[in-house]
Each structure stands twice: as C-alpha cells, then as structure tokens.
C-alpha cells in the first residue's frame, strides 16, 4: 500500500509539473522594471507574452518577427534594435 500511494503521488507532481509548463504563465512585473515592451523582434515560440489573435501569451507567438508578439528588453533600446533586418517597435504591427 506505502508504495502504491508513493507512486501515485510521484506521478501526481510530475503531471502539475508538466501541466504547469504547457500553460505559460504572464511575464513577472519585476523583468519589466526598466524595460520596454519591443515589437517584432521575437522569434517563433519565445515572445515574453501579449502575440495577439491566435496566442495566449509567452511563448505562443507563431512565426519569426511576429509584428504583435513582444520580448522584454532594456527602456531606450528597442527602436534602435535590428534583428536579422527586423526592426523593433515600440507598438505592435496591426496586419
């Protein structure tokens, strides 16, 4: 019995764990101290959050330089920001 009741525990938390993963959770107010939201720089599936229709939020954007996905980065540095001739924006791309 002591053994059955540990594996179903065990297998209990490693279902949260992985549940927990699946559903990504909102960027912590703290990464945004002295950052700003920058637009169109985030690769597929690594946006901080916000990707608009079709998303949830951090880690669902679509597709690469996706023009409503956001990543954090440091206040004053988006707009000048060239990823791959992506340029970053401070507003999301409607379109």
């Known amino acids: 019995m002591i053994r059955s009741t540990l594996a179903l ?5 490693l279902a949260t ?3 927990s993963v ?3 959770a ?6 945004m101290v002295g950052n700003e939201k920058c637009y169109g720089i985030a690769l597929k599936g690594k946006n901080d959050c916000a990707a608009g229709a079709g998303t949830t939020c951090a880690g669902t954007s ?6 409503n996905a956001w990543k954090a980065v440091p206040a004053g540095t988006c707009t000048s920001m060239n990823v791959n001739g992506h340029m970053g924006m ?3 791309k409607k379109g």
């Open 17 to 19: 764990a992985f549940a």
């Open 22 to 24: 699946a559903f990504a």
């Open 90 to 92: 401070l507003t999301p």
């Open 62 to 67: 679509t597709m690469d330089y996706q023009g």
């Open 26 to 31: 909102p960027l912590p107010a703290e990464k």
């Open 9 to 13: 525990t065990l297998a209990g938390s």
